[in-house]
């Protein structure tokens, strides 16, 4: 199973399109829905938090090289603590990916097929992801590494597109309400970037970990750009109120787009979220796989993908009433359970490791 | 196995390129216009969907064929017009939607609901409203225009070029204005037009003003580009002074570069609002004897150039004020600038347009004078 090699770049890559792909579609109304026009401060403020993730996962996969986060809470908590630990990550990316799922689907079945069974939505991506996690996560991180850079200029054309109707005098006043609705967005913002906790389930497929930690970083950077256009973008167009309120903003922004004869450019946008979600859905189901892989110890995580991808489209059905449902969720419960998952108890891990190393150390030096 | 798999592989293909709701052009009636008025207590509304070739009637008749139905809501209506129409409604082309002054006084809001949500609606149609029956306006033949709904939407598409200045409201910005507090919206007026008794064209009548959703009046068809002038949309245009030597006499100018900018101070918590306009053109006719070779009296036909400016936009926001109409939107620039102050003055009965003092400064230039410095006029003694 170590026979996995992938590179930092390959490796960041997904983590990028993995958190902007979900965050463009199902959060992006949400932070609006939370800090309006002043999305922007938020996204600026969430930023030091994406840093304090990125360092804590980075550092915990330097430190314990070739494990993946499910084995190193074990070494850090002892088996039955660590244990526990593991079922929350693992359940934790099973849901996001159910989550992802859902919210792919529904976004078909609302903006673009109406009439069409979400089921069917559910089952090509999974067959799509199972396969593709069955070729091995080179695969995937090399389809992906193709597929961001298209997604990447795709984004940009968009948003270059839109530019002769944005007015970004509609940013003002700047925090008209105070920083309370500022502060919620961005915390709503953080527990997006709390995915990163994914990462140190690929992380010890790197083979080249040598500048790891100043890439995680620049990675960042390349987070907070990517969500500072989107999220101005609906505020600029509409103005501050008809902005917020709408299901998928960036969509509705670029079906509203004319360029003389160019119209109707909603086409770019479901391009940019199939495949981001692909992609997305497709690690979180590898993460899934090979976590529960570890936490039973077993030789290899291959056979439990398509039982897992079937669970996936399952729990993705029953996971909620409607759309407005998982909205809600988003915006009221998901900041503080992702939160608590992604970056309390990494934060935790990373304390125990830390005083661990240290008492190894003085141990060894009293010797 | 290889084959297995390739025959799986067929299949797969099989199952998922399959269209599951297909919409053959030939099985659709696409719409290009909706018109929208009030029956009672119901709204009626008025598709137009277009023939296809093979089906036209022939000489002068109209290439469009509209359908009505009235329902309690814009959307039940709309369902209802599927079940008189032998082909689907195809909504993705509309082009123009009609309120009835009648709906537009009441509250545009409660009408846009459908246009927004459905997913098939597009946002970039036109809004106009009209004081004829929404329906009448589809259903009339003019001249020059098989399409009705594709000939007012045209109109307004190529007003720039005609040098009219238009609002051209569009779906989203209209949504966008109302939610927008501290601006109202103008809608263009659209009417039937009446030549040697009988009715063949359109025409354009005005502005009408809103206020939050809502018609309250109009503004005079010689004075409404003023709206255009001062939020700086107003791109091309003719702009009619008397003459420097005499009232009788009149010169026409066409404005080919405008320019506006709006800015707001504050002495004793009251707004000043300066408009710094520059704007050039040519003069394309006069119809007194004036000699432009002097520059005095060029400077002269500035002068008048930018007063008649100035009271358009005066004129304009005294009329609009005094209906409580921000149509300028000064409450957003007051907000942007001063959101404490907003906070306070925005739920007063007394409007804050009371206190607005509006300043405007015109820069005018008159570039070329078309192909001749002397007209004839001049040379008749």
Same mark, same amino acid.
């Given at each position: 199973?170590?026979?996995?090699?992938?590179?930092?770049?390959?490796?960041?890559?997904?983590?990028?399109?993995?958190?902007?792909?979900?965050?463009?579609?199902?959060?992006?109304?949400?932070?609006?829905?939370?800090?309006?026009?002043?999305?922007?401060?938020?996204?600026?403020?969430?930023?030091?938090?994406?840093?304090?993730?990125?360092?804590?996962?980075?550092?915990?996969?330097?430190?314990?090289?070739?494990?993946?986060?499910?084995?190193?809470?074990?070494?850090?908590?002892?088996?039955?603590?660590?244990?526990?630990?593991?079922?929350?990550?693992?359940?934790?990316?099973?849901?996001?990916?159910?989550?992802?799922?859902?919210?792919?689907?529904?976004?078909?079945?609302?903006?673009?097929?109406?009439?069409?069974?979400?089921?069917?939505?559910?089952?090509?991506?999974?067959?799509?992801?199972?396969?593709?996690?069955?070729?091995?996560?080179?695969?995937?991180?090399?389809?992906?590494?193709?597929?961001?850079?298209?997604?990447?200029?795709?984004?940009?054309?968009?948003?270059?597109?839109?530019?002769?109707?944005?007015?970004?005098?509609?940013?003002?006043?700047?925090?008209?309400?105070?920083?309370?609705?500022?502060?919620?967005?961005?915390?709503?913002?953080?527990?997006?970037?709390?995915?990163?906790?994914?990462?140190?389930?690929?992380?010890?497929?790197?083979?080249?970990?040598?500048?790891?930690?100043?890439?995680?970083?620049?990675?960042?950077?390349?987070?907070?750009?990517?969500?500072?256009?989107?999220?101005?973008?609906?505020?600029?167009?509409?103005?501050?109120?008809?902005?917020?309120?709408?299901?998928?903003?960036?969509?509705?922004?670029?079906?509203?787009?004319?360029?003389?004869?160019?119209?109707?450019?909603?086409?770019?946008?479901?391009?940019?979220?199939?495949?981001?979600?692909?992609?997305?859905?497709?690690?979180?189901?590898?993460?899934?796989?090979?976590?529960?892989?570890?936490?039973?110890?077993?030789?290899?995580?291959?056979?439990?993908?398509?039982?897992?991808?079937?669970?996936?489209?399952?729990?993705?059905?029953?996971?909620?009433?409607?759309?407005?449902?998982?909205?809600?969720?988003?915006?009221?419960?998901?900041?503080?359970?992702?939160?608590?998952?992604?970056?309390?108890?990494?934060?935790?891990?990373?304390?125990?490791?830390?005083?661990?190393?240290?008492?190894?150390?003085?141990?060894?030096?009293?010797? | 196995?290889?084959?297995?798999?390739?025959?799986?592989?067929?299949?797969?293909?099989?199952?998922?390129?399959?269209?599951?709701?297909?919409?053959?052009?030939?099985?659709?009636?696409?719409?290009?216009?909706?018109?929208?008025?009030?029956?009672?207590?119901?709204?009626?509304?008025?598709?137009?969907?277009?023939?296809?070739?093979?089906?036209?009637?022939?000489?002068?008749?109209?290439?469009?064929?509209?359908?009505?139905?009235?329902?309690?809501?814009?959307?039940?209506?709309?369902?209802?017009?599927?079940?008189?129409?032998?082909?689907?409604?195809?909504?993705?082309?509309?082009?123009?939607?009609?309120?009835?002054?009648?709906?537009?006084?009441?509250?545009?809001?409660?009408?846009?609901?459908?246009?927004?949500?459905? &997913? $098939?609606?597009?946002?970039?149609?036109?809004? /106009?409203? #009209?004081?004829?029956?929404?329906? @009448?306006? *589809?259903?009339?033949? =003019?001249?020059?225009?098989?399409?009705?709904?594709?000939?007012?939407?045209?109109?307004?598409?190529?007003?720039?070029?005609?040098?009219?200045?238009?609002?051209?409201?569009?779906?989203?910005?209209?949504?966008?204005?109302?939610?927008?507090?501290?601006?109202?919206?103008?809608?263009?007026?659209?009417?039937?037009?009446?030549? &040697? $008794?009988?009715?063949?064209?359109?025409?354009? /009548?005005? #502005?009408?003003?809103?206020?939050? @959703?809502? *018609?309250?009046?109009? =503004?005079?068809?010689?004075?409404?580009?003023?709206?255009?002038?001062?939020?700086?949309?107003?791109?091309?245009?003719?702009?009619?002074?008397?003459?420097?030597?005499?009232?009788?006499?009149?010169?026409?100018?066409?404005?080919?570069?405008?320019?506006?900018?709006?800015?707001?101070?504050?002495?004793?918590?009251?707004?000043?609002?300066?408009?710094?306009?520059?704007?050039?053109?040519?003069?394309?006719?006069?119809?007194?004897?004036?000699? *432009?070779?002097?520059?005095?009296?060029?400077?002269?036909?500035?002068?008048?150039?930018?007063?008649?400016?100035?009271?358009?936009?005066?004129?304009?926001?005294?009329?609009?004020?005094?209906?409580?109409?921000?149509?300028?939107?000064?409450?957003?620039?007051?907000?942007?600038?001063?959101?404490?102050?907003?906070?306070?003055?925005?739920?007063?009965?007394?409007?804050?347009?009371?206190?607005?003092?509006?300043?405007?400064?015109?820069?005018?230039?008159?570039?070329?004078?078309?192909?001749?410095?002397?007209?004839?006029?001049?040379?008749?003694?």
């Amino acid at each position: 199973m170590n026979s996995i090699k992938i590179s930092t770049a390959q490796a960041l890559m997904i983590l990028i399109t993995s958190i902007t792909a979900t965050g463009h579609l199902l959060f992006i109304p949400v932070i609006l829905n939370h800090s309006g026009r002043d999305s922007w401060i938020s996204v600026l403020l969430s930023f030091f938090a994406l840093i304090y993730i990125i360092y804590i996962i980075t550092s915990l996969s330097l430190r314990y090289q070739d494990q993946t986060i499910v084995e190193y809470s074990e070494v850090i908590l002892g088996k039955p603590l660590g244990k526990i630990f593991s079922v929350f990550f693992i359940f934790y990316f099973f849901h996001d990916a159910t989550l992802a799922i859902r919210g792919f689907g529904e976004f078909y079945t609302t903006a673009i097929t109406p009439d069409t069974p979400i089921l069917v939505y559910f089952t090509l991506m999974i067959a799509l992801a199972v396969y593709t996690v069955r070729q091995g996560l080179e695969v995937l991180v090399r389809t992906n590494q193709i597929s961001l850079v298209i997604l990447i200029i795709i984004g940009i054309m968009a948003s270059m597109m839109t530019l002769p109707e944005k007015d970004y005098r509609n940013l003002l006043p700047i925090l008209e309400f105070g920083m309370q609705p500022v502060l919620l967005g961005a915390i709503s913002l953080t527990s997006l970037f709390s995915t990163f906790v994914i990462a140190g389930m690929i992380f010890p497929y790197i083979y080249d970990r040598k500048s790891l930690k100043r890439y995680s970083l620049l990675t960042s950077v390349i987070l907070i750009i990517l969500f500072l256009g989107p999220i101005t973008a609906p505020v600029a167009v509409y103005g501050g109120e008809r902005g917020v309120g709408f299901l998928f903003p960036s969509f509705q922004l670029l079906r509203d787009l004319s360029i003389g004869d160019l119209q109707r450019l909603d086409l770019l946008g479901i391009m940019l979220w199939s495949i981001g979600s692909f992609a997305k859905i497709a690690l979180h189901l590898f993460a899934t796989s090979l976590g529960v892989a570890k936490l039973f110890n077993l030789s290899d995580y291959k056979p439990l993908i398509i039982p897992i991808g079937a669970l996936l489209i399952i729990v993705s059905l029953q996971i909620s009433e409607n759309f407005i449902e998982i909205y809600r969720f988003f915006k009221d419960i998901y900041p503080y359970y992702a939160n608590l998952i992604g970056v309390l108890l990494p934060t935790i891990l990373f304390m125990f490791s830390t005083i661990q190393l240290k008492t190894v150390k003085a141990r060894s030096q009293d010797v | 196995m290889k084959l297995i798999k390739i025959f799986l592989l067929l299949l797969f293909c099989l199952v998922v390129v399959g269209c599951w709701n297909k919409q053959e052009i030939d099985e659709v009636a696409i719409v290009i216009g909706v018109g929208i008025d009030k029956q009672g207590d119901r709204y009626s509304v008025t598709a137009q969907v277009i023939k296809p070739q093979a089906e036209q009637t022939g000489e002068g008749g109209l290439m469009t064929w509209s359908i009505t139905s009235s329902e309690r809501t814009v959307g039940d209506a709309i369902n209802e017009l599927n079940n008189i129409s032998p082909r689907r409604l195809y909504w993705p082309h509309l082009q123009i939607v009609i309120f009835n002054e009648a709906i537009a006084e009441e509250g545009v809001g409660q009408v846009i609901s459908w246009f927004t949500r459905d &997913r $098939g609606s597009r946002a970039g149609s036109y809004v /106009v409203v #009209t004081r004829d029956k929404a329906e @009448d306006l *589809l259903n009339q033949t =003019i001249e020059l225009g098989e399409m009705p709904a594709r000939s007012m939407a045209s109109f307004i598409d190529t007003a720039e070029i005609r040098n009219i200045p238009l609002s051209k409201l569009k779906l989203s910005n209209l949504s966008s204005i109302l939610s927008t507090p501290g601006i109202d919206g103008t809608i263009d007026v659209i009417s039937l037009k009446k030549i &040697r $008794g009988e009715i063949e064209t359109y025409q354009m /009548v005005g #502005t009408a003003i809103m206020k939050k @959703d809502q *018609l309250i009046g109009y =503004i005079s068809t010689d004075i409404d580009d003023a709206v255009q002038m001062a939020n700086n949309e107003y791109k091309r245009g003719v702009i009619s002074t008397v003459c420097p030597n005499g009232e009788t006499h009149h010169i026409t100018f066409r404005v080919t570069d405008f320019e506006s900018e709006k800015s707001l101070t504050f002495s004793n918590e009251k707004p000043t609002v300066t408009m710094n306009i520059f704007l050039e053109g040519n003069i394309i006719d006069q119809s007194c004897a004036i000699d *432009l070779l002097d520059p005095k009296n060029i400077s002269k036909i500035e002068g008048l150039i930018k007063k008649r400016v100035q009271e358009m936009i005066q004129t304009t926001f005294n009329e609009t004020s005094e209906l409580g109409a921000d149509v300028y939107g000064i409450g957003r620039e007051i907000r942007r600038k001063r959101p404490k102050l907003w906070k306070e003055i925005q739920d007063e009965e007394r409007t804050y347009l009371e206190d607005v003092k509006l300043e405007v400064h015109v820069d005018a230039n008159i570039r070329r004078t078309g192909l001749i410095i002397d007209p004839t006029i001049n040379k008749i003694k």
